[in-house]
């Protein structure tokens, strides 16, 4: 916890709504991987590493609507993304409902690359 209180279980599934964060050292990517697919939001993931094959195996496997490497989270926003504002937030898969066209069945990832940026 950023009081330098050690985080338990159950503040990685808290949404502190305030400037605290949960942080959880790995031992390796798989680690990283596991400890997300439990307790991830579904919205956005970031990864650090030097290690490409880290990175590319972190964006390929985690399921986040958005997935960092090397760069900031905040950058989740709709203004960011070029479609002008943010309306609302999705993490599911499937938003549509009622009748359904090939446009309301497509799902998107997006997999962002930076070099240390921060918003």
Do not use: W
């Not at 990283?32 to 590493?49: D, F, P, V």
């Not at 609507?65 to 926003?77: E, G, I, K, L, P």
Request: charged share 25%; net charge negative; aromatic share 8%.
């Amino acid at each position: 916890m950023i009081d330098g209180t050690k985080a338990l279980v159950d503040d990685f599934d808290t949404n502190f709504l305030d400037y605290i964060l949960a942080i959880k050292i790995v031992d390796s990517v798989e680690e990283a991987i596991e400890h997300i697919s439990k307790h991830s939001t579904k919205h956005s993931e970031s990864i650090l590493t030097t290690n490409k094959e880290h990175a590319k195996r972190f964006s390929q496997s985690v399921d986040s609507a958005t997935v960092y490497m090397n760069c900031s989270t905040r950058f989740t926003d709709g203004g960011q993304f070029g479609f002008g504002c943010e309306i609302g937030i999705s993490i599911q898969k499937l938003h549509a409902r009622g009748p359904m066209g090939l446009e309301e069945l497509t799902t998107y990832k997006y997999i962002v690359q930076g070099n240390g940026q921060i918003r």
